[in-house]
């Protein structure tokens, strides 16, 4: 027995074409949105590391002009080290009341203590640092064209051909070094190299 029955259509309209190449543009458009913002928030994050580790990496203060160590007994050992600090071309202002000093031989590690009061051209004990010149009590940043002359002192003397290694750390950049060697005649006042 035959069927005549007509045939389903077999092919889209034109109407349900467009209504299908709508859906996927929308689709790609979400999509590629989606990517786009994806991307520039990364980009903008990568741009916030960069900016922030150039911050850190980059040390803010310089040593001005020479390192010397000072010998209260004029011979056997240095007991004090003096040194003046100001900004780097282009550094941002550094506060001391955050700035720690580590002070290290080949057998010690020392964390200085500030001097209570920080700024004075007193003397100071074993195991301090201060300011002595340069800066107001009130007043502990380091901005502009100041320059903060500091002073040191370890705990133990430090003897003839002696290397040392005393680290200013400010909160915030890097940490600025000065390695320095104990000459092998020590007087009242030694530069060091």
């Not at 077999?10 to 074409?17: D, P, V």
């Not at 004990?125 to 040191?152: M, Q």
Request: hydrophobic share 40%; glycine share 8%; net charge negative.
């Amino acid at each position: 027995m035959r069927c005549n029955s007509t045939p389903p259509d077999e092919g889209f309209t034109g109407l349900e074409a467009a209504i299908v190449l709508i859906a996927f543009v929308v689709t790609a458009a979400v999509f590629s949105y989606v990517v786009l913002g994806a991307g520039y928030f990364t980009t903008q994050k990568s741009q916030e590391v960069v900016y922030t580790s150039v911050d850190m990496a980059s040390s803010s203060m310089q040593v001005i002009g020479d390192v010397y160590a000072w010998s209260t007994d004029g011979g056997s050992t240095a007991d004090a080290i003096r040194f003046t600090l100001g900004l780097a071309a282009g550094g941002s202002p550094v506060d001391f009341n955050t700035v720690q000093a580590v002070f290290a031989t080949s057998s010690d590690i020392e964390i200085l203590d500030h001097h209570d009061p920080f700024v004075t051209s007193e003397g100071i004990n074993p195991g301090e640092w201060n300011i002595s010149h340069g800066a107001e009590t009130d007043d502990l940043l380091l901005e502009g064209e100041d320059k903060f002359t500091c002073v040191a002192k370890p705990s133990t003397g430090l003897t003839q051909n002696q290397e040392f290694n005393l680290e200013i750390r400010p909160s915030i950049g890097a940490a600025i070094g000065l390695k320095r060697t104990i000459p092998a005649k020590i007087n009242k006042v030694n530069i060091l190299y």
